[in-house]
Every structure is written in structure tokens, then in C-alpha cells.
């Protein structure tokens, strides 16, 4: 099953997300980008991609201790970026060095459950927006969140989350976001 280690923002902190985001879907070019939905919102720790169910059991354990390794923690959404013109995002502020420290941990969890948390990028807090398949002149939206910058939030736990694709060729599709199961931070 495909999994990835992720933080949920509060539904407070999604609502408030939300509500800004909400005005750059009438920017041009906007029908062209793939809109995430705020109910799916997070930000991704380790993409840990297809795992065997026969390793779930020892991954469960080593993330389940790397969450009580760290204490719960405050972030808030700030800071809109992107990634080439294909994907627009919202940072985060606040004590982003825990919430590196909670991705590392997850990532070296996991890899010593055998499962090996794709490693190409540096860790980089960062909530999908919206994707585009083919390249959308993303600066316009980067500019219009420029300024957001979210009330405090608590991350107060570490979920373990299974993304089941969409069939192909189903066009709008998103995938299916599962949380397979949750540790509360620093018990
Ligand atoms: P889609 O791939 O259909 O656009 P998605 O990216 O939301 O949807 P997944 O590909 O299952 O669904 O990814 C789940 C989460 O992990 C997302 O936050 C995604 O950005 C992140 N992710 C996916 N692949 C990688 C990767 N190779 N490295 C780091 N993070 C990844
Ligand atoms: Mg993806």
C-alpha cells in the first residue's frame, strides 16, 4: 500500500486556510490547476510510497516511538511558494526546526523498519495547494497569499496516512487519503 508520514492541521487552521485560498480560484488560469481539497490538507513528513503490509506492524512501532520522542509543538501556515510553475503551496512558521526533527525522525523510523522514506529532497514543510499538469504561471497566486500568515496552531500528533490512487484516466480524480493510524506527540 502506498503511504506517506504526514502532520493534519486542526480544522480551525483549515478553515482559516481555506478562506484565503479561496479568492485565487478565480485568478486566470485557475480551471487549469488541480485544487486539493481542504479536507485532505497536510503537510507531507516522509513519503514512504509503496510499502508491504508485511512491514506495517514493525513501521507502526518505529513511528509510534519517533512521535514520543518529540513534544507537541506550535506552527502556522505562512508563506505561499511553489515548485517550478507546477505546484503552489503554503509554507509554515512557527517552530519549524520540531517539525524537521519529527520528519527526520519519522524518515530514519521507518528505514529501520526496512522501508526506505524517498530521500531525493531535503525535508521542506510545505501543504499542496494545487498541482498543474502542464506549467500555470504560479507567481500571481504566490503573490496573492504573500501576506497570509495563519493564527498558531498545535501539532499535537503524527499520522501515518495510505493514498490510494485514483484508477487512471479518470480525469479530476484525486486520491484517497486514509489515516491508517495516529500517535499523539511526546507520549
Ligand atoms: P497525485 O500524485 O495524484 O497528484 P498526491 O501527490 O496527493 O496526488 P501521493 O502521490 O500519494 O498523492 O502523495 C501523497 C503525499 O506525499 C503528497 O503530499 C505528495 O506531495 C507527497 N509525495 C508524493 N511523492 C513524493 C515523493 N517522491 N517525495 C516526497 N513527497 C512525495
Ligand atoms: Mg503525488
Redesign the pocket.
Known amino acids: 500500500m502506498?503511504l506517506?508520514a504526514?502532520v493534519l492541521p486542526p480544522p480551525d487552521a483549515v478553515a482559516e486556510l481555506s478562506s484565503a485560498v479561496g479568492p485565487l480560484r478565480s485568478l486566470p488560469g485557475a480551471g487549469r490547476l488541480?485544487w486539493?481539497a481542504p479536507a485532505?490538507w497536510?503537510?507531507?513528513l516522509?513519503?514512504l510510497?509503496e510499502v508491504d503490509e508485511a512491514l506495517l506492524p514493525a513501521l507502526t512501532e518505529r513511528l509510534a516511538r519517533a512521535a514520543h520522542r518529540h513534544p507537541p509543538h506550535e506552527l502556522r501556515f505562512a508563506g505561499a511558494g511553489r515548485f517550478d510553475d507546477r505546484?503552489l503551496w503554503i509554507g509554515a512558521d512557527g517552530d519549524r526546526t520540531a517539525l524537521r526533527d519529527l520528519a527526520r525522525s519519522a524518515a530514519a523510523g521507518a528505514r529501520r523498519a526496512g522501508v526506505e522514506?524517498?530521500g531525493?529532497?531535503p525535508f521542506r514543510a510545505?501543504?499542496?495547494l494545487a498541482?498543474a499538469t502542464d506549467p500555470v504561471p504560479l507567481r500571481p497566486y504566490e503573490e496573492h497569499l504573500a501576506g497570509f500568515s495563519g493564527a498558531p496552531w498545535t501539532v499535537e500528533r503524527l499520522a501515518l496516512?495510505r493514498?490510494?490512487?485514483?484508477a487512471s484516466g479518470v480525469p479530476g480524480e484525486?486520491?484517497r487519503?486514509e489515516t491508517v493510524a495516529e500517535w499523539g506527540l511526546g507520549h
Open positions: 502506498r506517506f504526514a488541480r486539493t485532505d497536510h503537510f507531507t516522509a513519503f510510497g505546484v522514506a524517498d531525493k529532497h510545505h501543504l499542496t498541482r496516512v493514498s490510494k490512487l485514483p484525486r486520491p487519503y
